[in-house]
């Protein structure tokens, strides 16, 4: 039973242009979601994060929006760059457990 | 400020052999987490230990696997008689308290 999904296994995105991930989730007791990067061979890297009381958060390049009555989460990078070329994990938890359950991932690719 | 380390990066064992892990968690960090990574899925929930205690081992198998976290000294993965299904990497998080867990690079496991 997947409770974190992400249907898109690949993206491939032009640089300067936006990349925009998806994410579903089909319980209602997370409330807390985050967006992690991840290279080959290497531990995911922490990139922005949400809680269910807000529908939007930005960091730089990075703007993740929350749904709650779709039960959606999505990253906006814009503009992507070659450097962003990774595999993107999200992830969430609730209110009475620190456990994070991660989606499949997106493998992004920015073509210079 | 070092982040979160863990040795060995690569481990090779044998069918019925031990595998132990290290983790050392960031300065300052009570919590530690550990997941697991089969090839081509995302990350999997496995113990939450804080200094001296196992909070959740709900993603943990029942058998062969244990996880502890001493007063002094680094978190520690035992896998006892490894079996090929065991081969993944092996990830450390750790967060100051209810918090965004940040990630190490991963133990390698291959079991022959």
Known sequence: ?112 | NAGVMQNPRHLVRRRGQEARLRCSPMKGHSHVYWYRQLPEEGLKFMVYLQKENIIDESGMPKERFSAEFPKEGPSILRIQQVVRGDSAAYFCASSPGFDTQYFGPGTRLTVL
């Open chain 1, 1 to 112: 039973d997947q409770q974190v999904k992400q249907n898109s296994p690949s993206l491939s995105v032009q640089e300067g242009r936006i990349s925009i991930l998806n994410c579903d989730y089909t319980n209602s007791m997370f409330d807390y979601f985050l967006w992690y990067k991840k290279y080959p061979a290497e531990g995911p890297t922490f990139l922005i994060s949400i809680s269910s009381i807000k529908d939007k958060n930005e960091d730089g390049r990075f703007t993740v929006f929350l749904n709650k009555s779709a039960k959606h989460l999505s990253l906006h990078i814009v503009p992507s760059q070659p450097g962003d070329s990774a595999v993107y994990f999200c992830a969430a938890s609730g209110l009475d457990s620190n456990m994070l359950t991660f989606g499949g991932g997106t493998r992004l690719m920015v073509k210079p």
